[in-house]
C-alpha cells in the first residue's frame, strides 16, 4: 500500500453525453469526456471553444466610457497636448504601458510613461508623480492596469488642470475616482459582455477602439500581460491569448526577440508555459527588484543590440530574485519550523526587518505550498515599523474574508478568497496572528491541512494516444479558468522504476496494461521508488503530453501523486542491507519478525528503538504496524502464517528470509531409502555412523546429511539406540510410521517453508502471504474506493 499525499477528488458520475459528443465533432474519448466535464453539453458549444480561429472578440466601444476616452485622447493629439502614460510593475503593467506606448506612437501623440516605484511610491497613482507630470506641461493622464481605487489621486489631479482617464480592469471599490472617463469592464453598468480582461487586455481594446481596425501588430505584447496576470483564459481572453501565442513566435520585436532568446526558446512553437514560465518572470523580475523601466526598455527597443543589453539586465535581475527569494524562503522556513511548527498553527504569519516586500508574495507561496497552511509574509520597516505582507490561503479559508475581521489592524488590505496584500504595525503582528489562529480553528478541519488534487479525466491507458494528445491541445492555452487537465490511470501494473536525474531525486516509471505500455516522470519525486515495488499495481494523477526525442513521438504522463491500494512486497531475499532499510522506516510503525533467537538478539540489539519481536514471544497479543520485516526463516509456514494473523494494519511487507542453515538442495529420503538403510542396519547389528557414515553414503550417493537425519529419526521413534555414535538396532521395537518423529516432521515443514517462501517466484510468494496480509489490512477496501472516488 502506499497513501497518495493529496487528497484525491474525482467525480466518477457517469458521462452520458460524451458518446453523442465524441461522434458529432469527431472527438477521442478523452477530449470528450474532458469537454462535458469542463461544462459543455451540446457540440456546437464544444466547437466554439475550440475553435479559436474564429473564436469571440467583442466591440471595443461595448465597454463603458470608451467612447468619452476616445474622443478625448484623439482631441489631445490633435491639439499636440503633452499625454502621460501611467502605468504598473508588474508583467500585466508594463504590457499595458508597451501597448499604450505603441498607439501613441501611431498617432504621433506627444507623450511620455511613468510606472512608479515598488518601494517607494508603492501601487497605483501618487498625487507627487501627477504634480511633477502637470509641471512638465502634461494636461492628459492616462492610466492602464491601474487607478480604479485612486478617488483622493484623481481628485488632485482635477484640482491641479489635469484630466484623467482610467484604464483598468481590476475590482471597483464602492466609490469611483471622478475621472475624465473610467474604462474597466467591472465598473458597475458597464456593458461590456467580458468582465475578465486583463490591464493590458483593456489597453489593447482602447487600442483597438483609436485605430479603427484590430490590432494584430501588439497581440504579442498583449498576450505577455494577459497570461501573467492569470486571469481566466476564456471568451475573448482565450481568443486573444491562442492569437498571441502565434504572434509571440513570429514576433520581430527586437525586444521581444532579444528575450525569448535570453530563455532559451527563440525557435520554440510558443505555449502559455513559456510566457507563465519563462517570459513573465522575468519582466515581473525587473519591478520586483528596484524599477520596472529596465522591463519598458526592453520591450520598447528598437534594434537588437540595445534589445540584447535591456534583455541581460533583465535576465541578471531575475538572477538575483531567485537568490534573494531562495535566501528568503530558507529564512521562513527556520522561523516556521523553529517557532509556529505546523503540527501546532494553523495559520503561518512571519516577518523579519529586511526582507524585501517586492518578493514577500513569492514567498508567501513557498510556504503555502510547503506547509499547506495559510501563509502571511512581511516585510518590516526598520525605521517606520511599518510592516507590508503578502497573504496566501488554501481551500476552505477565505483570506480576503478572514482578513476582513481585523480591520482594526490593517490600516490597508485587499485581495481575494487565496491572496492578499496588507499594510500593517510591527507591534500588532502577535495579536494578528492569534485572533488568525482563532478564526482558523473555527472554520477549518483536520482534513482540510491535506492538499487536494482535482482530476478530471479518468483515462484506460489504451486511450492515451499522441493523436488523442495532439487533439487536447486544441483546448489550450491553459490557465486561470480552463486549467490542464489532470488526468488519473488506475490500477495499473508498474512494469519498471528507477531514479533519474543528477541527484537521483526524480523518479521514472513504466506502466502497463493489456499490452499498452506509458511512461510517466515525476520531478521530485524520486523517494517514492524505494517506497514502491515494481510488481504492485498503481494508481497515478498528473498531466499528459508529448514526449519528443530522435524523432519519435509517444505519450508521457508528468506524475503529480501516486498510490497503491493494496498492500506491497518487497522481496529482498538473498539481498544484503536489511539494517540500511530497517534504519530508515518509522520506529512507531515497524515491526521486525524473528524467528530464530540468533537473529532475535543480534537486530534486537542494533535497533533499540524499533519493535524487534521474536516470534516465540509473541503469545496472544495483537500487534499493528504499517512496516513489516520477515527477518528470518520460520521453522514452518504455519509458525510465519499463525504470527501474521496477529498483526494488523500491514501495508508493506520486506522480505529477507535470512537462512544459515538452508535445506532445500537437501533431499528428503523416501520410504525406501529409510527401510533399506533400517534393514542394513539390522543386518550389521551395530553401525559407527562417526567412522563409517561418509563411507556409506558415498556407496548409496547419498549426502552424510541424509544419514544422519534418518538415524536421528529412527532414534527417536526408538528402532535404535545410539551411544557415542555406535547405532545399535532395537530387539523388538513398537511399530510407528515415520510422521510421529519430530525430527522428520521439522524437516519436511522447514523444507517446505523454504521451497514456498525462500525459493518461490515472488508472485507465489505474494500468493502464500496475501490472505494473512489482506485479511488483517482493514483499510485495504476503503483504500481501493479512495483511489476511486477521491480523498
Known amino acids: 500500500m502506499l497513501r497518495p499525499n493529496t487528497r484525491w ?30 461544462g459543455f453539453r451540446t457540440a456546437e458549444e464544444a466547437e466554439t471553444f475550440l475553435n479559436t480561429n474564429s473564436g469571440i472578440l467583442h466591440d ?10 476616445v474622443h478625448r485622447i484623439q482631441e489631445a493629439v490633435g491639439n499636440k497636448e503633452k499625454i502621460l502614460i501611467f502605468g504598473d510593475y508588474d508583467a500585466d503593467g508594463v504590457a499595458s504601458t508597451m501597448i499604450m506606448i505603441h498607439l501613441m506612437k501611431e498617432l504621433q501623440a506627444d507623450f511620455g510613461w511613468y510606472i512608479p516605484n515598488r518601494f517607494t511610491e508603492g501601487y497605483g497613482p501618487n498625487i507627487p508623480a501627477l504634480e511633477r507630470a502637470k509641471e512638465e506641461g502634461a494636461s492628459l493622464v492616462v492610466t492602464v492596469d491601474t487607478g480604479i481605487a485612486a478617488v483622493p489621486e484623481v481628485k488632485a489631479a482635477n484640482e491641479m488642470g489635469l484630466d484623467i482617464i482610467i484604464t483598468d480592469h481590476h475590482e471597483p471599490p464602492p466609490e469611483l475616482p471622478e475621472a475624465h472617463s473610467i474604462i474597466n469592464p467591472k465598473k458597475p453598468g458597464c456593458p461590456y459582455p467580458f468582465k475578465e480582461l486583463a490591464g493590458a487586455g483593456v489597453a489593447f481594446k482602447t487600442a483597438q477602439a483609436l485605430l479603427g481596425y484590430f490590432p494584430e501588430h501588439l497581440l504579442d505584447i498583449l498576450t505577455i500581460g494577459t497570461i501573467s496576470d492569470l486571469v481566466p483564459l476564456l471568451d475573448e481572453n482565450r481568443t486573444l491569448a491562442t492569437r498571441g501565442l502565434e504572434a509571440l ?65 533583465i535576465d541578471g535581475l531575475n538572477k538575483e530574485r531567485q537568490k534573494v527569494v531562495n ?72 483570506m480576503f474574508q478572514e482578513l476582513s475581521k481585523n480591520k482594526d489592524l490593517l490600516p490597508h488590505f485587499g485581495g481575494h478568497t487565496m491572496a492578499a496584500g496588507l499594510t ?86 513504466e506502466m502497463e496494461e493489456n499490452g499498452t505500455r506509458l511512461d510517466g516522470v515525476g520531478f521530485h519525486l524520486g523517494g517514492l521508488e524505494e517506497n514502491i515495488t515494481e510488481h504492485a499495481r498503481v494508481s497515478v ?76 514471544d509473541a503469545g496472544e497479543v495483537t500487534y499493528h504496524a504499517a512496516n513489516l520485516i520477515l527477518a528470518d526463516m520460520p521453522s514452518s509456514i504455519e509458525e510465519l502464517t499463525g504470527l501474521l494473523s496477529a498483526i494488523e494494519g500491514v501495508e508493506r511487507v520486506y522480505a529477507f528470509f535470512e537462512d544459515h542453515d538452508t535445506l532445500y538442495f537437501q533431499s528428503t529420503p523416501a520410504r525406501e531409502e529409510f527401510k533399506w538403510y533400517y534393514a542394513f542396519l539390522k543386518k550389521r547389528k551395530t553401525f559407527n555412523v562417526h567412522k563409517d557414515g561418509e563411507e556409506l553414503a558415498r556407496k548409496k550417493g547419498w ?89
Open 9 to 38: 477528488k474525482y467525480d466518477d458520475t457517469p458521462v452520458t453525453g460524451r458518446e453523442e459528443m465524441k461522434k458529432e465533432l469527431n472527438l477521442s474519448p478523452l477530449t470528450a469526456e474532458l469537454m462535458w466535464k469542463r
Open 249 to 313: 513566435a513570429v514576433s520581430r520585436k527586437p525586444g521581444i526577440q532579444a528575450l525569448k532568446r535570453i530563455c532559451g526558446i527563440e525557435d520554440s512553437a510558443m505555449e502559455e508555459d513559456h510566457v507563465g514560465f519563462a517570459l513573465g518572470p522575468r519582466i515581473n523580475a525587473a519591478g520586483r527588484m528596484e524599477s520596472a523601466d529596465p522591463a519598458v526598455h526592453l520591450l520598447a527597443a528598437s534594434d537588437e543590440e540595445e534589445a540584447q543589453e535591456w534583455a541581460e539586465i
Open 424 to 509: 500593517m504595525a510591527e507591534k500588532d503582528i502577535s495579536e494578528l496572528r492569534n485572533r488568525l489562529e482563532n478564526q482558523a480553528a473555527d472554520v477549518l478541519s483536520e482534513e482540510d491541512f491535506i492538499p487536494t488534487t482535482t482530476i478530471d479525466v479518468q483515462a484506460p491507458l489504451e486511450e492515451i494516444t499522441v493523436s488523442a494528445l495532439e487533439e487536447l491541445r486544441k483546448m489550450a492555452p491553459f490557465g486561470v479558468g480552463n486549467p490542464k487537465p489532470i488526468f488519473m490511470v488506475k490500477d495499473v501494473m508498474l512494469a519498471s522504476k528507477r531514479k533519474i536525474g543528477s541527484e537521483k531525486n526524480h523518479l521514472k516509471i
Open 541 to 616: 494523477v498528473g498531466e499528459l503530453s508529448i514526449n519528443e526525442w530522435n524523432g519519435f513521438r509517444k505519450p508521457q504522463l508528468f506524475l503529480k501523486d501516486m498510490a497503491v491500494s493494496s498492500w506491497q512486497l518487497f522481496d529482498k531475499r538473498q539481498q544484503k542491507g536489511m539494517d540500511r532499510i530497517i534504519h530508515h522506516l518509522e520506529d512507531d510503525d515497524t515491526i521486525v519478525v524473528t524467528f530464530q533467537e540468533e537473529s532475535y538478539k543480534k537486530l534486537g540489539s542494533l535497533f533499540e528503538r524499533k519493535h524487534v519481536l521474536l516470534a516465540a
Open 327 to 398: 535566501q528568503m524562503t530558507k529564512e521562513a522556513v527556520e522561523e516556521v519550523e523553529k517557532e509556529y511548527p505546523p503540527g501546532e498553527n494553523k495559520v503561518l504569519l512571519v516577518g523579519r526587518k529586511g526582507w524585501s516586500p517586492g518578493v514577500i508574495g513569492i514567498v508567501a507561496s513557498r510556504l503555502t505550498d510547503r506547509f499547506y497552511r495559510p501563509a502571511i509574509v512581511l516585510g518590516i520597516d526598520e525605521e517606520t515599523g511599518e510592516a507590508k505582507g503578502s497573504a496566501r490561503s488554501i481551500e476552505g479559508f477565505d
Open 60 to 69: 471595443p466601444y461595448e465597454m463603458d466610457g470608451m467612447t468619452k476616452a
Open 703 to 791: 549426502k552424510f546429511s541424509t544419514v544422519s537425519l534418518m538415524t536421528e529419526v529412527f532414534f527417536e521413534l526408538d528402532f535404535v539406540t545410539m551411544e557415542n555414535g555406535i547405532i545399535t538396532v532395537n530387539d523388538a521395537p513398537v511399530k510407528k510410521d515415520l510422521t510421529n518423529s519430530f525430527t522428520y516432521q521439522k524437516h519436511v515443514s522447514k523444507k517446505q517453508a523454504e521451497q514456498e517462501l525462500l525459493y518461490s517466484t515472488y508472485s507465489q510468494l505474494k500468493e502464500v502471504l496475501d490472505p494473512f496480509i489482506s485479511a488483517e489490512a482493514g483499510d485495504n477496501k476503503e483504500m481501493k474506493e479512495k483511489v476511486g472516488h477521491g480523498f
